[in-house]
């Protein structure tokens, strides 16, 4: 598969410390990759999380807030404060990055959905790198409980942002190497699935429940995203986070973490 324009999901736990400080290595490190991506000719879109927790590390706080409104305060310190670094690294490696914040109205919407594809598509044309992340401050889709969650997740939102630019590969850099057949740090039969072609129910049920491993906010969340990009004629890509150069090996197509191969989009 020929990868012309690549999606990369990064998670809380790849880029912070246990202490919700920014874990600079780390960050420094997937920087350092998707700008020689970038470098090489690809079109490549940062979707990021970790805002809360950066946040929370910054105000002093001595835990994650469980109030709504303290927890949109976190974000918006700790956006600003993760756009800087992201600004910094990816100007050291000579590439320049733009902010996107989404709320679900921005992707549901077609009429918004038109004009943020062509904000996309104009970035990317001018070899800047778009860094996305749900606008947590104003939208709660995310960070609140209830029954009307639009995106509700940044594994969703990756997805979404892929199937709306039409990106050839999502990526999404968890703390874990791929979809398993069981717990593997309680199942020493657990087996790494390579492949996926089709959510089969038997794949759906790997993601188990609210409250297990794999539940919500979890690999259930990954599968939801998996689904999204499959549709979308979009090869999905679960692997561990810690070890970014791995992503020269996905783009190349040898086998790393779990791919969940997409429908094959006409040619035009």
Not at 126 to 144: F, K, R
């Amino acid at each position: 598969m020929n990868i012309h324009r690549l999606v990369v999901k990064v998670g809380t736990s790849t880029l912070t410390h246990p202490s919700g400080a920014l874990d600079l290595r780390a960050m420094d490190w997937l920087i350092r990759v998707l700008a020689d991506l970038s470098g090489r000719g690809l079109e490549v879109i940062l979707v990021t999380s970790g805002a809360i927790a950066v946040g929370t590390a910054r105000m002093g706080l001595p835990a994650r807030p469980q109030a709504l409104a303290i927890k949109q305060a976190a974000a918006a310190v700790g956006q600003g404060r993760m756009m800087h670094l992201y600004d910094k690294l990816f100007a050291e490696y000579n590439r320049t990055m733009a902010q996107i914040l989404l709320t679900g109205e921005d992707v549901g919407d077609a009429r918004r959905a038109e004009h943020l594809l062509g904000t996309f598509q104009a970035l990317l044309g001018l070899g800047i790198i778009p860094v996305v992340n749900e606008n947590d401050s104003v939208s709660a889709a995310e960070i609140e409980t209830g029954e009307h969650k639009v995106l509700g997740d940044n594994d969703t939102l990756s997805a979404m942002v892929a199937a709306l630019c039409r990106a050839d590969l999502l990526i999404l850099l968890s703390d874990i190497d791929g979809l398993f057949s069981a717990d593997p740090r309680t199942d020493s039969t657990a087996r790494l699935l390579p492949v996926v072609e089709e959510l089969s129910p038997e794949i759906l049920r790997m993601a188990g429940g609210a409250g297990s491993w794999r539940g919500t906010g979890g690999m259930a969340t990954k599968l939801s995203a998996a689904k999204i990009a499959m549709e979308a004629g979009c090869d999905m890509v679960i692997t561990n986070g810690a070890r970014p150069e791995d992503i020269y090996q996905i783009v190349e197509g040898k086998p790393v973490g779990t791919r969940f191969v997409g429908k094959r989009r006409e040619s035009v």
